[in-house]
């Protein structure tokens, strides 16, 4: 089913939560809010989900508009940080809850809601956990209840607000997985909010960036991080040095002084030699060098005396046998420029 | 000891023998002490006593009029501290400190303020007298008395336990289809249980101990109106100590059963609520998650 959010802005007091948003998500696509805290991702997501109304603005759902409607008739599934699991419920009971709380007519046979529940057990992969309760279970699996508790009503979207966000690196890596192969599976349109924008890149078809109430860019993972469309996107979706600076010819020249421009460079696209060679380039020395990880970090002072981040890989960094305090060129590869009015 | 266990606070030892020591102090002892005195009666003269007609009549009374006043306090409790907890209104504050007046007030004070509002000519009274209601005097009035005592308790029970209440399990229940009726039954109700069932028997207890109040709005007729708590009083004004005494180990052995077994089914009640972070199992299996092949 697909959603359409047409023109909706939301005030909290004088906070502006939202502005005039404008979002079409097509039916069966996994889409990303992304965006730091207070961007307003988290409450576009619960006016979708009826949870939250907006102050003017429509939502509909493959065309029909549900902007009156409440929560319980949008038959929408919402997946909470904080899992929202009914303490006192086994995970049984608490996937069988939107089956049982159904109107008479409606509700399936206490067989069928037993094979339902059963088959969704099995999705989660906790068949042999039905009878623990949730005080019993780690984060990973009541989060994962929570999502079988959500998918057991077939509801029209899927809508998970942070659903990563209370666990712990290793579970959150497994788990976002996990739900990308489950969508693939059941391609139901889905909508997550999250922060991180690893995760964002990593699970998503569409991410939808998010700041102070707007939306800044909607496009693929490979849009938003290798066509960044503002400052802010930029910044956002990943490390990145600031240079003062500007174009010469199709060229960066970064130097020390203010121009009115602002030259965006990611670590790894800044390149360390012992020679300068030709192109564009400024002198620095090292600072500091973490060669931990797949990509060495290595800091460094420009000679205008400004900290730059650099990444380089294992293999360059043996080779050039880097040290603390070494005097080195350091080449742009690739950089993007912005007015300085416009960088936040 | 077996039982001692290893922990960062030490002090079980000792903390372990003075509660032992101040409960038998204030509680063990002077509760033998009626065990005793009641002994220095034959088998046949204590159950002559326990038994007699004025007596069964006043159990009823005490143990019934406690039983229907804590239902009133258990429904009407959750509804204050319903509205206390969810709702924001002029003089919320004021109405709140209202609430624990029974605990301050001078039961005695509670009695008489009752039995005027309720006697045949007062405030109250008058009206449900029109209608053929007898409130004071009457067991009516012993019911009253009591629900008024032990008011605080259930809304000082259920009202952390609401204000703690996880507002998104609501919206999960609403999320999921539920309808208010619903959400309210099956999910709020059952996450408060466990404290309304706390309240429930603190004020069932209270007002089974209950005499100041009563004496004045009962009217204390013998097999009518006329509590336990008054009979053991009445023994005892006619210095008939193992009579009294009789009779109220007849009381403590009830009320001790009857807590006992609320209690018991508490903790039946409660035992998944241990709402700790700390799952009891680390993560059961390893999630299957679809081979990725690193780039």
């Known amino acids: 089913m697909s959603i359409e959010v047409s023109k909706v802005s939301k005030r909290f007091g004088t906070f502006n939560a939202l502005s005039n948003i404008n979002l079409e998500i097509p039916s069966g696509e ?132 942070e659903p990563f966000g209370s666990l712990d690196a290793k579970v959150r890596q497994e788990l976002r997985r996990w739900l990308r192969q489950l969508h693939d599976e059941i391609h139901i349109t889905s909508v997550f909010v999250t922060h991180d924008q690893e995760e964002a890149l990593e699970v998503a078809d569409q991410v939808v960036v998010m700041n102070q109430g707007r939306i800044e860019q909607i496009g693929s993972p490979d849009d938003v991080y290798n066509h960044p469309a503002s400052p802010f996107v930029y910044n956002f979706l990943g490390n990145v040095n600031l240079f003062h600076g500007r174009m010469d010819e199709g060229q960066p020249v970064i130097h020390g002084k203010a121009t009115g421009q602002v030259v965006y460079v990611r670590p790894h696209l800044l390149e360390i030699d012992r020679e300068p060679n030709g192109g564009s380039h400024f002198r620095a020395h090292i600072k500091h060098i973490n060669a931990a990880g797949p990509l060495v970090k290595v800091d460094v002072i420009t000679e205008w005396g400004d900290p730059v981040h650099i990444q380089v890989s294992q293999e360059r960094y043996r080779a050039l046998q880097l040290i603390k305090d070494d005097a080195v060129y350091v080449i742009p590869k690739d950089v993007r420029v912005f007015e300085t009015r416009r960088a936040s | 000891m077996t039982f001692k266990q290893r922990s960062i606070l030490p002090g079980f030892g000792l903390t372990l023998g003075f509660t032992l020591t101040y409960l038998s102090l204030i509680v063990l002892i002077p509760l033998s002490a009626t065990f005793l005195k009641a002994s220095s009666l034959s088998w046949a003269a204590f159950w002559h006593i326990v038994t007699s007609p004025r007596a069964l009549a006043s159990y009823r009374l005490t143990f019934g009029a406690s039983l229907i006043a804590a239902l009133i306090n258990l429904f009407f409790g959750m509804l204050l501290a319903w509205v206390l ?109 466990p404290a309304a069932l706390t309240g429930f028997t603190m004020a069932f207890a209270r007002a089974i101990g209950e005499y100041g109040s009563v004496v004045f709005i009962s009217g204390n007729m013998p097999m009518k109106t006329e509590i336990t708590p008054l009979l053991i009083i009445t023994k005892l004004e006619q210095y008939d100590y193992a009579g009294a005494t009789a009779i109220a180990v007849v009381m403590l052995v009830f009320s001790f059963t009857m807590l006992l077994a609320i209690n018991l089914l508490q903790k039946w009640s409660s035992r998944h609520h241990h709402s700790g972070g700390t799952p009891e199992v680390v993560e059961g299996e390893a999630l299957h998650a679809p081979v990725y092949a690193e780039a």
Not at chain 1, 80 to 98: C, D, K, S, T
Not at chain 2, 92 to 115: E, W, Y
Not at chain 2, 138 to 157: H, K, N
């Open chain 1, 30 to 161: 996994l889409v990303a809010l992304l965006g730091p805290s207070g961007s307003g991702k988290t409450t576009l997501l619960r006016i979708i989900a009826g949870l939250e109304f907006a102050d003017t603005g429509h939502v509909s759902f493959d065309g029909a508009d549900i902007t009156e409607q409440s929560a319980r008739e949008r038959r929408v599934g919402f997946v909470f940080q904080h899992y929202a699991l009914f303490r006192h419920m086994n995970v049984f009971e608490n996937i069988a809850f939107g089956l049982r709380v159904r109107p008479r007519q409606f509700r399936p046979a206490e067989a069928a809601i037993r094979s339902k529940v059963h088959e969704l057990l099995r999705l989660i992969q906790l068949e042999n956990l039905a009878q623990r309760y949730p005080s019993q279970l780690s984060g990973g699996q009541r989060q994962r209840v929570a999502l079988a508790r959500a998918l057991a009503v077939e509801p029209s979207v899927l809508l998970l607000d």
């Open chain 2, 85 to 193: 907890v969810r709702y924001n209104f002029p003089g919320k504050k004021i109405f709140d400190s209202m609430v624990d007046l029974p605990f301050a007030l001078p039961t005695a004070v509670a009695g008489i303020a009752l039995t005027t509002i309720y006697s045949t000519h007062g405030w109250v009274g008058r009206y449900l007298d029109s209608i053929g209601i007898k409130a004071a005097y009457s067991p009516l009035g012993v019911v009253i008395a009591l629900t008024f005592i032990g008011l605080p308790f259930v809304v000082r029970t259920v009202q952390p336990v609401l204000e703690d209440l996880d507002k998104e399990m609501e919206e999960a229940a609403a999320s999921l289809g539920a309808n208010r009726w619903q959400t309210f039954s099956r999910v709020i109700l059952p996450s408060v249980a």
